[in-house]
């Protein structure tokens, strides 16, 4: 392209993984030839200063937010309802997609963690949505652990369901390694949740430790259990907690905010 237009700008999204560890020698050298890269987090901006050699000066944080669509199923009347499936009880709901080469997401010890918590809180679900080749690693896991009655797997949900499902849990978990941002988090905190997420990537520029939620170390199952039990056994300082996770997200990450700063970016691009 630069060939045809020696004048042309270009900016590229990072995002995560994908840029966490070295790219191949033209990838790199085409990120490092881009007039802006553009990060959702200060973690994933380093990673791409360390692992792509691409000057700090040309990289610009600018967080995701929510999308559009989502943000409109949170007014609709009437509500969206949750699928037939979906569990009574006191739930925690994980949402992501469950490949084996992503296990860093955790969802192993959100599954290895719940004996822990039945004994005092029998009627506690846990709800995975979302599919992939990870899936039938995670259903023997719950039969190993002797948990298959208390996790439900639902996948292919429309907006509106997983919409609905946000609304109808108690508390939001996904206690990841490498979340280059987390839109999962915002999705939850939009519906005033509490949210746990990994003290890792760029999670804890999403979730407020001890105001909006938890962060917890990746593969700490006692950790992961301690933070649930401290949301389940206080159910109002949940709710609090839910609630300023809302009042953020309004504040933060609305897409009419991300819009703004998107275009004063590009407008600074085309001016220089």
Known sequence: MRLVARSLKTV????????????????????????????????????????????????????????????????????????????PGRV????????????????????????????????????????????????????????RRHVAFLAGLSHEALSACYAACEIFALPSAAE??????????????????????GAPEVIEDGKTGYLVQHGDAVQLATSIEALLAHPEVAREMGARGKKRVEEEFRFNVFAKALKKILREQCES
Not at 51 to 66: E, T
Not at 112 to 141: A, F, K, M, N, S
Request: proline letters at 10%; one cysteine or more.
């Open 92 to 147: 925690i709901l994980t949402v992501g997609r469950w490949a084996e080469s992503e296990r860093y997401k955790g969802m192993d010890t959100l599954i290895t963690t719940l004996p822990r918590l039945l004994p005092r809180w029998p009627d506690l679900q846990l709800v995975i949505v979302g599919d992939g080749d990870d899936r039938p690693w995670l259903e023997h896991l719950t039969e190993r652990n002797g948990v």
């Open 180 to 201: 280059g941002f987390g839109l999962v988090y915002l999705e939850a905190m939009a519906r005033g949740k509490p949210v746990i997420g990994g003290a890792h990537g």
């Open 12 to 87: 590229v999204c990072t995002h995560g993984i994908e840029v966490w560890e070295p790219l191949s020698p033209i990838r790199r050298r085409a990120l490092r030839g881009a007039d802006l890269v553009l990060a959702p987090s200060r973690s994933t901006a380093e990673h791409v200063v360390e692992q792509q050699g691409v000057s700090a000066d040309k990289i610009k944080v600018l967080p995701w937010a929510l999308d559009p669509q989502f943000e409109g199923l949170l007014t609709v009347q009437p509500q969206p309802v949750p699928p037939p499936n979906f569990p």
